[in-house]
């Protein structure tokens, strides 16, 4: 299916990322229908939107005659059926159950037009676990906003062995139409790209400070004065072409044979170091 193809989108779940997934949508000129088994969840979903669109307002990124316009776009609804049966592409944002979401795609399947394209927000999850819920296993993909969607340019496309290259590019060129930066994984891995990053620096910031090497407070120093200036320009591997390969490798040879590779660091080191992880 082409881009210009798509033109309603459904947002099942309207919870702290779904109501940002459909306000991102909605902005870009979509239709989108936000579903959801509450209605008070639905309603303070469109409260949410309509506060997170003042806030763009007050900023100068948003017009102030666009905010009933977006709002204008969001059609909430109470039903799976409703929300889905005449939709090019659907967003699933609901709870991290593998049966849930199994369920909930094996209907999406059977209420969804057979061209529909079904998106889900995971970011744990494996798209190909729900496609094999469905008969459309080729039609469905990962596409994981990060929180808050309206904020945050990244996206991850996840694909599976059965995801065509058209699926691919359309969700590419769907999501860059809304100003976003897919980064497209061609394999799936636990945690995919943002997330299994993040966890590595995790893991060795724990560790460095379990060793006694430093305080969790100097750690975030050398993150957030240091390491995060850079990479919001720039990512490891611009840097390090910056610097010259043979340069990093030479630094390499000295620093990775000593960093944190076990796959076990207890609660009871986590505490006792005085790191907080929330």
């Known amino acids: 299916m082409l881009a210009e193809r798509i033109e309603r989108i459904a947002v099942i779940g309207a919870g702290l990322m779904g109501h940002?997934?459909?306000?991102?949508?909605?902005?870009?000129?979509?239709?989108?229908?936000?579903?959801?088994?509450?209605?008070d969840k639905l309603q303070q979903a469109l409260k949410s939107i309509e506060g997170n669109l003042r806030m763009l307002v007050t900023f100068g990124v948003l017009s102030p005659d666009r905010v009933a316009a977006v709002l204008d776009n969001i059609v909430p609804s109470l039903t799976l059926r409703e929300a889905a049966w005449n939709v090019d592409l659907v967003i699933e944002s609901v709870f991290e159950n593998l049966e849930l979401k199994q369920n909930l795609f094996r209907e999406l399947d059977a209420v969804c037009p057979e061209h529909t394209i079904l998106g889900t927000n995971?970011?744990?999850?494996?798209?190909?676990?729900?496609?094999?819920?469905?008969?459309?296993?080729?039609?469905?993909?990962?596409?994981?906003?990060?929180?808050?969607?309206?904020?945050?340019?990244?996206?991850?496309?996840?694909?599976?062995?059965?995801?065509?290259?058209?699926?691919v590019d359309t969700a590419i060129a769907v999501l860059r139409k809304l100003g976003k930066k897919p980064a497209v994984l061609r394999k799936e891995v636990p945690g995919f790209l943002a997330n299994r990053l993040q966890a590595a620096l995790l893991r060795e910031a724990i560790s460095l400070v379990a060793k006694g090497v430093a305080a969790p407070e100097n750690v975030d120093y050398a993150i957030k004065y240091g390491l995060s200036r850079r990479w919001a320009v720039a990512g490891v591997f611009e840097l390090f072409d910056l610097a010259g390969w043979d340069t990093v490798l030479a630094a390499a040879s000295y620093i990775l044979p000593d960093l944190e590779s076990s796959n076990d660091t207890s609660c009871s080191e986590r505490k006792s170091s005085g790191a907080n992880l929330e």
């Open 20 to 39: 940002g997934i459909a306000q991102e949508f909605a902005s870009a000129g979509y239709q989108v229908f936000l579903a959801d088994v509450c209605d």
């Open 122 to 167: 995971s970011s744990a999850i494996m798209p190909s676990q729900l496609a094999e819920a469905t008969r459309r296993p080729e039609k469905v993909v990962g596409i994981h906003f990060f929180n808050p969607p309206y904020l945050v340019p990244l996206v991850e496309v996840v694909t599976t062995e059965r995801t065509p290259e058209a699926i």
